[in-house]
């Protein structure tokens, strides 16, 4: 007989928003007075899902699912990203909000936390259609989104076109163009530079910051890369860059493995070539699941969420683990790999380099007075070294994972904003 676990039971089956409820409950001893307040936390502030019917090139109609969620806006505007993915979900969404909830009040940006999605698989589009589609989810979602309520930026199959045409659809239906409604648009639309690079920029300061705690060189460090889009690429070549070897890396299309290492930008090239990885020249193509065995001192998840998981988080053979992606690691897999002695820099920190230089542009936006690159690249380094500085301390004080840490620091930073703010009589 077949028995199936029930997803309950399952703690690798585990939904992306309990994900985040199991890592609130960690941090709510650690709370004081403040856990009071700590269901706040638990429930998004307002979730919006949208249909969003198009023309196809063929004449007929298609309608696709969206979301919109605003986790919190305790402390600012609701700000993240919007993705494109067949398999998105509201769970998805909402713990992607949360998480943005978390990571921004971590690195200190006057925000609260939001995210949308479309349940559609952009591959299968024309440029037509997913033009039509973005103008009219931005159209949909326009009745919570703007410059001063919730900040759209983008995500896993989402780009700086994408945010121009939301700028515009937005802009168009206000009467006037609203440059700071959306982040992550062309530098010719107001965009930021830096921008494009900055969460790649920021998975390597965090990084390099916990070799230096762990006494790693950054000279001939191996890394590996599972995925090589907008996040894990710019991560790969600033550890190329900085002297690191960039042994495997991993995505859709293929996982690519050298010893004597990938050179990154080669990898590129060839990927823009070939539309695969699978068969640069100077690298193996291995399994994918074989990526996870490989021995390195730095592995950069930068794909998506539940990459590690009760299965696989016992091969793992690295130090340290830069969370490039929201929620590639679930509790089950941090509790293994604490116990094997791995420092995970979580998410919450790893990646907001990107959330960073999008509060950089929005305030750009607003001040229409546009910074440098090395301006820019300075001031982010900066807040990336002092947030990991800052979780460092208290993860000795109280002898916790960097991911509690930053629970703490965060969930704190939340829920002291709810208390002054108070609630309506
Ligand atoms: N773009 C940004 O500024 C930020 C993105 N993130 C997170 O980083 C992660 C990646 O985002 P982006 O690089 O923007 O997306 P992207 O769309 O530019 O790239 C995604 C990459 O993941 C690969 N991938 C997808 N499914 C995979 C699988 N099953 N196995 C292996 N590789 C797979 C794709 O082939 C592609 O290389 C996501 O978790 C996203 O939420 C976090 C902070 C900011
Ligand atoms: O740049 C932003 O506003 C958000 C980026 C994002 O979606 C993320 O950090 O996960």
């Known amino acids: 007989m077949n028995f199936e676990i029930p997803s309950y039971l399952d703690k690798n089956n585990i939904g992306p928003y309990e994900i985040y409820l199991e890592q609130v409950e960690r941090v709510t001893p650690y709370l004081g007075k403040l856990a009071y307040w700590v269901e706040t936390l638990k429930r998004p502030k307002r979730i919006l899902v949208v249909d969003v019917p198009i023309h196809l090139d063929d004449g007929s109609v298609a309608h696709f699912e969206g979301y919109r969620v605003q986790h919190n806006t305790s402390r600012g505007p609701a700000k993240g990203g919007v993705r494109y993915h067949q398999d998105v979900t509201l769970s998805e969404v909402m713990a992607l909000s949360a998480w943005m909830t978390i990571k921004n009040a971590v690195v200190g940006l006057p925000y609260g936390g939001g995210k949308g999605g479309i349940r559609v698989d952009p591959r299968k589009l024309s440029m037509g259609e997913l033009e039509r589609l973005t103008r009219r989810y931005t159209t949909e979602i326009g009745i919570i989104i703007g410059p001063d309520k919730d900040i759209p930026a983008p995500d896993v199959n989402t780009n700086p076109q994408v945010m121009a045409w939301m700028m515009d659809t937005y802009s168009m239906n206000e009467g006037k163009t609203a440059t700071g409604v959306v982040t992550g648009k062309p530098i010719a639309l107001g965009g930021s530079l830096g921008r494009n690079d900055a969460t790649g920029r920021g998975v390597f300061v965090a990084g390099a910051r916990a070799m230096q705690k762990l006494g790693i ?209």
């Open 217 to 425: 060189a950054l000279e001939g460090a191996r890394v590996t890369v599972q995925g090589f889009g907008n996040v894990g690429n710019a991560a790969a070549r600033i550890f190329h860059d900085h002297g690191a070897k960039v042994i495997a890396i991993q995505d859709i299309t293929g996982t690519i493995y050298s010893e004597a290492g990938i050179n990154p930008y080669e990898a590129l090239a060839f990927l823009k070539e070939h539309s695969t990885l699978k068969g640069m020249p100077g690298t193996e193509s291995i399994e994918p699941s074989s990526f996870w065995d490989i021995e390195c001192e730095v592995l950069i998840p930068a794909a998506l969420e539940k990459q590690i998981t009760e299965e696989n988080a016992d091969r793992i053979k690295t130090r340290v683990i830069v969370e490039g992606a929201n929620g590639p690691t679930i509790p089950v897999a941090d509790d293994i790999l604490s116990a094997k002695g791995v420092l995970v820099v979580p998410d919450v920190l790893a990646n907001a380099g990107g959330v960073t230089v999008s509060y950089f542009e929005w305030v750009q936006d607003f001040s229409s007075y546009f910074w440098t690159e090395d301006e820019i690249n300075a001031r982010l380094d900066r807040i990336m070294r002092e947030a990991f500085d800052s979780l460092w301390d208290v993860k000795e004080r109280h002898n916790v994972t960097l991911r509690t840490a930053a629970y703490i620091v965060a969930c704190a930073r939340v829920l002291e904003a709810r208390a002054l703010r108070g609630l309506y009589p």
